[in-house]
């Protein structure tokens, strides 16, 4: 883990979350250019025809699970995965600002191969502004009827394992991947939806 992964997990750890429920999903849009590319991405950037097709089956992963609410990143990506799966639910996918990835400033469209999480690019949020914003972003979602589906990005899941507690195993990290997270008295847990869920295995 390289020292800016390692800041926001701190960052984010020292403010816990804590939200009503025992239970609610995360759902990391699909794939971009951008991703593929490994570039820094704007808020209009759309999903790849790989993309669109990883919402479709998120969105048959998901279609099963009692899902109330779903609130998602208002980024075009993220809406358009969430709009995938919100339509399977019969809902309506509630767009919010506040769970926008990072703002990375000058750094759009430039490499994020070795992306620094610490760094401070010019015209951008600085990491505590990120992790502050996030959470308070994460908790007002968290505050829907549940249980909640949450479509956002890859920091986002950072910041929210991070103020659960939970480790952000590699294997839940990709595009699309349907998570549910559940506690069990004050402990945080996630699991990744597979498409027979017997073949989930749980993440400490």
């Known amino acids: 883990m390289n020292e800016g992964l390692a800041q926001l997990i701190r960052l984010a750890a020292a403010e816990p979350l804590a939200p ?3 239970h609610f999903y995360f759902l990391r849009h699909g794939q ?3 991703n593929a590319k490994r570039i820094f991405q704007s808020v209009d950037t759309p999903l790849s025809a790989i993309g669109l097709a990883q919402a479709t089956r998120a969105a048959e992963r998901l279609a099963g699970e009692a899902i109330r609410s779903v609130v998602c990143s208002d980024a075009r990506r ?3 995965t969430a709009h995938a799966v919100a339509t ?5 996918p509630m767009p919010f600002e506040g769970l926008r990835e990072r703002h990375f400033g ?4 430039t490499s994020s191969a070795n992306l620094d999480w610490a760094c401070e690019p010019e015209g951008g949020e600085t990491l505590p502004q990120f992790v502050a914003r996030k959470r308070m972003a994460l908790a007002a979602a968290l505050a829907h009827p549940a249980p909640v589906l949450i479509v956002a990005h890859g920091g986002s899941l950072h910041v929210l394992a991070a103020a659960l507690g939970v480790p952000a195993d590699p294997d839940v990290l990709g595009n699309a991947q349907p998570l ?6 004050p402990t ?3 699991r990744p939806l597979l498409q027979h869920s ?5 993440l400490a």
């Open 78 to 80: 993220a809406f358009q």
């Open 188 to 190: 945080w847990a996630a």
């Open 88 to 92: 399977g639910l019969r809902l309506e």
């Open 20 to 22: 009503d429920c025992d």
């Open 32 to 34: 971009t250019e951008g």
């Open 106 to 109: 000058a750094l759009i469209g």
């Open 180 to 185: 549910r997270f559940e506690r069990s008295g």
């Open 198 to 202: 017997g073949d989930a295995a749980a």
